[in-house]
């Protein structure tokens, strides 16, 4: 079967990581926190900020500005979105597949609000993307399977007719048992010579 519409992760695979464990930990030294404290405060209310039902500000007073800090919000605010970084030849990688193939795009991620709305807008990624099926808009996560089927539901098109790309094992597996076909990436000439596989070829 035709592969007619490709669901893609964001964050490790078309962008660096929007606020990943490294990103946190440069942080905790930046500002001279305590780095295992704000991990564990980011692992307790982390997946409410992503599902969209707290404010970026609301999650920051719960990890960071639950006392006096020598620091303003949005001094950490700049920080955290100043950190993110296209991968153009994966972007450019995309671009072409859809284009020469006639292809839907549809974002499938899990990130806040805030942060996706400005790396959104940075990258310019209405430009490459169809449809936006983001935690922080719909609600859910992956790797529940909601999200998947919110996916399939924008997409319209059936699992055979789409590939899945993530850099996250869990989500790939939850993915491969809902029988959406998938790639699991890991850098941009694998994932090249497997779409190339299955007939999306430059």
């Given at each position: 079967?035709a592969?007619?519409?490709?669901?893609?992760?964001?964050g490790?695979?078309?962008?660096?990581?929007?606020w990943?464990r490294?990103?946190?930990?440069q942080?905790?030294?930046?500002?001279?926190?305590?780095c295992?404290?704000m991990?564990?405060r980011?692992a307790?209310v982390?997946?409410?900020?992503?599902?969209?039902?707290i404010?970026?500000?609301e999650?920051?007073?719960r990890?960071?500005?639950?006392?006096?800090?020598?620091?303003?919000?949005e001094?950490?605010v700049?920080?955290?979105?100043?950190?993110?970084?296209?991968y153009?030849?994966?972007?450019?990688?995309?671009?072409?597949?859809?284009?020469?193939?006639g292809?839907?795009?549809?974002?499938l991620?899990?990130?806040?609000r805030?942060?996706?709305n400005?790396?959104?807008?940075?990258f310019?990624?209405r430009?490459l993307?169809d449809?936006?099926?983001?935690?922080?808009y719909?609600?859910?996560?992956?790797?529940?399977?909601a999200?998947?089927?919110?996916?399939m539901d924008?997409?319209?098109?059936?699992?055979?007719e789409?590939i899945?790309?993530?850099?996250?094992?869990?989500?790939?597996?939850?993915a491969?048992?809902?029988?959406?076909?998938?790639?699991?990436?890991?850098?941009v000439?694998?994932?090249?010579?497997e779409?190339?596989?299955?007939?999306?070829?430059?």
């Open positions: 079967m592969i007619k519409g490709l669901l893609l992760d964001i490790g695979v078309l962008l660096t990581k929007g990943g490294h990103l946190r930990t942080a905790a030294q930046r500002f001279g926190l305590d295992d404290e991990q564990d980011h307790v982390f997946h409410i900020y992503e599902e969209g039902r404010s970026l500000s999650y920051l007073k990890i960071v500005f639950y006392e006096k800090r020598d620091f303003t919000e001094q950490f700049d920080f955290m979105f100043s950190h993110s970084e296209p153009p030849d994966m972007i450019e990688l995309i671009r072409g597949i859809k284009s020469q193939h292809l839907q795009a549809v974002a991620s899990n990130e806040g805030e942060l996706t400005y790396r959104i807008d940075k310019n990624l430009q993307i449809f936006f099926v983001c935690s922080c719909v609600g859910a996560e992956k790797p529940d399977p999200i998947f089927s919110l996916a924008q997409v319209q098109l059936r699992k055979d789409v899945f790309i993530d850099d996250t094992a869990l989500h790939i597996e939850v491969r048992e809902l029988g959406i076909p998938t790639i699991h990436h890991v850098d000439a694998s994932t090249k010579a779409l190339a596989a299955v007939g999306l070829n430059l």
